[in-house]
């Protein structure tokens, strides 16, 4: 039986093993717990709070909570860095890379969070907490947030990166929606949510920006794994990277050429990044021979789907916002499993391995 991880020895090299990740991870989330709780205390003092709203322990504790998530993903990804200058085994995430994905897991931390006090503070009415009980809970939080954060980050794979590429698309479209300052949005389109200058725009933009960059992110490793017995079968995979990557650029341009200000551009991107994923979806079994049958046709259901709601907006039936959000649902689940499948094809690879 091998001795348990010393405290010296998780200090000195805090990711060489599943024992040391995690109790890093531990100390990563007693330090936030610390840092947390002793100016929670000073803002709290003497006060009685409510669980959710201005000026709540609910507020004080999201808003802690995205920071602690941001720094501890940023740490984890340090970490990994000065690994790869130690062993050259491991590939070097890009700065906006890393910055993408710090603002992911801060962005759901932020913003889960805050949803999470509304629901406590709509089950326990009228209810206030304690100033001390206030600071510990803030601290708690904020602490399991960096626990978990500094996990994920460390031990990010490809399919740890779908997932949260699903949460964060979730969390940040429906924060835009319940924030949305016109409550009939839903009767022009999608992109209607982000053209005024509220905080309902901004989450939705930046929800597109940072999930393009993460798309971008991910289309080199969840290619990488994927057989390549012969040069045309390697041009397919490069193919496969290029549309996805293309995908990615795409959706964070719609983020940034608003409907309002840049229609042309926006309707272009929006387009274009629908037929590059239809053509994508057509030439798969060609491009990856390696692709699992029941997948390439859950792809071609998808593109039929696509299709039929088309036809239906053409002919009245449906309106434009329906068909928006159902083909982006469509289109980004069709692109999350895709990355799970990839990843299954070969064995089990860390994100950043050759």
Known sequence: MSRATSLSRVIQNPIADAEARESSALLVGAVVFVAGTIP?????????????????VGEFAAIGSGIAALLAVLYASLLRSAQQRDTRTWRRLRWFDVAAIC????????????????????????????????????GVIMAITAYAAFLSAINLTPMLLSLLLAVFLAVG?????????????????????????????????LTLIIAGVMVTTISHYATAWLPTATQAEARGRYLVRLALILIGILLACVGIFTLDEFFAIHGLTASGMALIYV?????????????????????????????VLAIFYVTGYYTLTAVELIAFVLIFAWLIVFLRTAGSVEPKVELNAE
Do not use: C
Request: overall charge negative; cysteine-free.
């Open 40 to 56: 929670a205390l000073f803002v709290f003092w003497g006060r009685d709070l409510p669980i959710s709203g201005r000026g709540s």
């Open 103 to 138: 603002a992911a897991h801060a962005v759901i931390a932020l913003l889960g969070w805050i949803g999470l006090a509304s629901v406590f503070s709509a089950s326990f009415q009228g209810a206030e907490v304690y100033g001390t009980s206030a600071a510990v809970l803030a």
């Open 173 to 205: 479209t429906l924060a835009s929606m319940l924030s949305a300052s016109d409550p009939l949005w839903w009767k022009e389109n999608l992109s209607t949510l982000g053209i005024n200058d509220d905080i309902s725009a901004l989450a939705f933009n």
């Open 279 to 307: 053509a994508m979806v057509i030439a798969l079994p060609w491009l990856v021979p390696s692709m699992p049958r029941v997948f390439v046709l859950l792809g071609y259901v998808f593109v039929g789907v696509i299709v």
